[in-house]
């Protein structure tokens, strides 16, 4: 089955909010080991559920989170 999505996930700009955890509903993204900063860095724990929906790249404070939504396998 052709991806619907992708997310990249910036650890350095990350400060552990675990708010993309919280609001991913297919559970894609999960909170993971504890950062230099001692606190947890998200992590891609699921990719193929990733539908590219967005919500996690729009909840996230600090802009660490690219979001690529792809339609027939090509990226829109
Ligand atoms: S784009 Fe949507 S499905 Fe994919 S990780 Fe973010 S919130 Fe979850
Ligand atoms: S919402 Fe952003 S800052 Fe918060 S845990 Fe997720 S990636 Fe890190």
Redesign the pocket.
Known sequence: MAKKGEII?EESF????????LFCNKKSIS?GKIGPGGFPI?QISDPETCNGCGT?GF????M??EVYKYVDGRSL
């Open positions: 996930i990350c400060k552990g909010c675990g708010l993309c955890e909170m998200a996690c909840m996230c404070p600090d660490a989170i």
